[in-house]
């Protein structure tokens, strides 16, 4: 199955027409907002979850993350 979408790859890349398309300035504008919020919601994803992270790599004892959660909640 590999192989087949690797062959599949290949042939579509090597086949290639001109696209004809304009790209207006605000474009790459807009490509930073998506790039900036991707970030942005990985950081915010690491912040709520970061001691469960903790607890998972061993920094922390399971009772201190959730002594943490329960103080950051109140």
């Known amino acids: ?7 599949v790859a290949v042939m579509v890349s ?5 696209a004809w398309a304009y790209l207006d ?3 790459g504008s807009m490509l930073l907002q998506v790039i900036l919020g991707g970030v942005a919601a990985v950081g915010i994803a690491f912040k709520l ?3 469960k992270i903790k607890v ?3 920094l922390a004892k399971k009772q201190d993350a959730a002594d943490e959660v329960a103080d ?3």
């Open 25 to 27: 300035p605000g474009t």
């Open 49 to 51: 979850f970061w001691y």
């Open 56 to 58: 998972a790599l061993g």
């Open 14 to 18: 090597l086949t290639s027409s001109s």
């Open 1 to 7: 199955m590999k192989k087949v979408i690797a062959i």
């Open 72 to 74: 950051g909640q109140a």
